[in-house]
């Protein structure tokens, strides 16, 4: 079990007057937004190239731009960490890149990129069980009223049957779709408490932690080297199945988007997704990093994506649930979690 280095409350206080809350809070906004564009991307890419050669491709664009930015801030192409480190950066690659991605990518597919991400908001709940589960933390009141926000406003959402027949020739495969988004959403949440875990926080010393942008750098390549003979294998199963080639311009939209989404989603996406969770709590950052269904809703609806009323209110009620996940520990003395006492900072050990 990961040990958390105690605060001088024995949890995270998150104080309003703090300017790293501030910014953890404004690179979760920025990770919403660009999950949101990557999700509409990838989504287009998908229909046109298949999802698993958009989740591959993505990969190889993003380590490229990841590693020139590591080279021109730092000079270093590859980054500096122990075993551990590593050891937990890979789990949390494979958990949230490697099977979480591509079943959300699927799911983008089946029953598009709206639905998917409002299924994806469920994934600060799973976040917090784990986080009971890995670290020891009871649910205090303000969390367990924020989740149950969520899954009303989720539920209201997925019970919604597609009014139109185009709809439901668009998106057939809706009970798949739903499911492989849970999948994926479960997935996010295990795979933000691991990269936390995996920057040093809960073990390190905070002078001794990893930077966000290396961090995502050894993620991206742990899932390359995993997703690879995946993808090899898929494409000779989708090549052979295929009874005509995919035309030249629609390979060439679909790598575009591909391109377009790896560059706001696995580069920037993801960066600024380590950035919130090195410096804000890992329920709050996974909660600000689920805000894309809101600011997807006008996106979909500029391409003349029917946005049902239903579909308005239940992503603002989703949405209104993860803010009160994040915000009621702002105006009320309890705080995320009740933790028992300060506990010493633990040693390697720690780590079954």
Known sequence: MLEPLPTPHGSWSLTPLDPTTY????????????????????????????????????????????????????????????????????????????????????????????????????????????????LGEALAWPAVLGISVTIAGVAWVIMERPTMKADEQAHPHRVRGIILALIGSMCQGGGMMLSKAGMGHGWMDPEQHMAPLPATQVRIAVAIVCMTPVLIARWHIQTSRRALPIPRRTMKIGLVFTALGAFVG???????????????????????????????????????????????LGACVAVGGVALLALLPLVLPENWTKNEAPREPAGETALP
């Open 23 to 134: 910014a953890g809070f404004a690179a979760g906004l920025a990770t919403s937004l660009l999950w949101a564009l990557t999700s509409l991307c990838f989504a287009a890419g998908g229909r046109r190239i298949g999802p698993t050669l958009v989740n591959g491709l993505r990969l190889y664009v993003a380590i490229v731009l990841l590693t020139g930015m590591a080279w021109a801030t730092t000079g270093d192409f590859i980054p500096v960490l122990n075993d551990r480190q590593f050891i937990l950066l890979a789990a949390s690659a494979l958990v949230g890149i490697v099977i979480g991605d591509q079943a959300l990518f699927t799911a983008f597919v089946d029953i598009g990129p709206r639905l998917s991400l409002l299924m994806m908001s469920t994934a600060p709940i799973w976040a917090a069980v784990l986080g009971w589960v890995a």
């Open 266 to 312: 696995p580069f920037l996406g993801m960066w600024m997704s380590l950035v919130t969770a090195d410096l804000t709590p890992v329920a709050v950052a996974q909660t600000l990093c689920s805000l894309a269904p809101v600011m997807i809703l006008p996106m979909v609806a500029w391409q003349g994506d029917r946005v049902s009323p239903r579909a308005v």
